[in-house]
């Protein structure tokens, strides 16, 4: 975890309007929007990296509401688009989205298929590394 957050940091483009990193209570609001907990893994990676910004691959963030990727409206789209309620988008990719379960797995949900992949990944960590970093 550590070594993908240093990467991350190393990476980050600069944006003319950075992005900044929520708290804790922004997150508890962010739940009680959704009426759904975050995963572990989910709450670290917002707190930590949410506010990097690099390459093409754009992860949820929570700071913004005007925001593309902000995570209310992009759960809005993806439960409305057939991802399962008890799940949440870690990252929207065309029409199809990566999605994490309270363990904190993650999978790709493809929309052309209305349904899961079998790409996943034990963490969001692991995530980040493999797509983020280097896909």
Known sequence: M???IEQLRELNEPVP???ELPDEDL????????LISLPHD???????VSDVVYGRIEPVTVTDPNAHTYLPE???QAWNDGVPRDLLPVCQ????YYVIDIEGQVSLWSADEGDFTD???DSIWHWARDVWLEG
């Open 119 to 121: 790409a996943t990944w």
């Open 17 to 19: 309007v950075p992005l």
């Open 2 to 4: 550590e070594d993908v």
């Open 74 to 76: 992009v759960a809005a």
């Open 27 to 34: 997150l508890v609001e962010i739940e009680e929007q959704l």
């Open 42 to 48: 989910l709450r670290e990676f917002l707190l930590k």
């Open 93 to 96: 990719d065309g029409r199809d």
